[in-house]
């Protein structure tokens, strides 16, 4: 579903050329899931930007679902995630203007999709808020907020799912029901689910963890009774 061979990313500055991102190559399944990690600073966030069409690489190539995106200028970009992909920013990023209900429909009404109320009526309900489908983003909770951003990105049926730090601004009893409705939609939509995160707790559960540190991207390799000291010792190099 995503392929990367040498992707990196080069900002200018006022000290010069800044490398965020060393040369990176990996390859995600469809319906895999997968949490990226690493301290605050490390590239996580650039790396998912870069994933999912928000930024350009400085070099090499990313491939969506068998589509070239490194070729793509940003309006052939902004077609390819309107049909393949959604994004939870940590920040929620609701129309303050359009109640819960309209933020939910809005991607399917962009795309052109004739039943855009009855697709987010029933991903309220999914989320347990058909009872705020009226109410604006001012008179939800920071946990319901988070429901309806993850309603939004699903509402299209995206073949990937983008999630930045999905459970960071939440408490530990809306951060368990976040982590659960993500799971779930993951399962039941098939889609490939990638997150940006620093809790532990959610990133075990994801079929694979990619740690970021100081622009470079390794895989997690997970401990377990087959796992032995060697196997260890190789992959840490």
Do not use: W
């Amino acid at each position: 579903m995503i392929s990367t061979n040498s992707i990196s990313k080069t900002v200018t500055t006022a000290q010069g050329q800044l490398q965020i991102l060393k040369p990176i190559s990996f390859d995600v399944k469809a319906g895999e899931s997968v949490a990226i990690v690493g301290a605050s600073g490390s590239g996580k966030s650039t790396l998912l930007s870069l994933l999912a069409g928000l930024d350009e690489v400085s070099s090499g190539e990313i491939f969506i679902d068998g589509q070239a995106m490194h070729n793509m200028d940003e309006e052939e970009r902004a077609l390819l995630r309107g049909a393949k992909v959604g994004f939870i920013f940590q920040s929620f990023m609701l129309i303050q203007s359009l109640t819960a209900l309209e933020n939910i429909m809005l991607p399917a009404e962009i795309a052109g999709y004739s039943d855009a109320r009855s697709r987010a009526e029933h991903l309220l309900q999914l989320v347990g808020l058909d009872h705020r489908a009226k109410h604006y983003p001012n008179q939800l909770s920071g946990g319901e907020q988070q429901r309806v951003a993850i309603a939004r990105a699903f509402i299209t049926r995206p073949k990937i799912l983008f999630a930045d730090e999905p459970t960071g601004n939440l408490d530990a009893a809306n951060s368990d029901k976040i982590e659960q409705l993500l799971f779930d939609l993951n399962r039941d939509a098939k889609t490939t689910l990638i997150l940006v995160t620093h809790d532990q707790k959610l990133a075990a559960n994801c079929s694979r963890q990619l740690h970021m540190h100081a622009g470079e991207l390794s895989e997690v390799l997970p401990l377990n009774a087959q796992t032995t000291l060697t196997d260890v010792k190789q992959h840490i190099g």
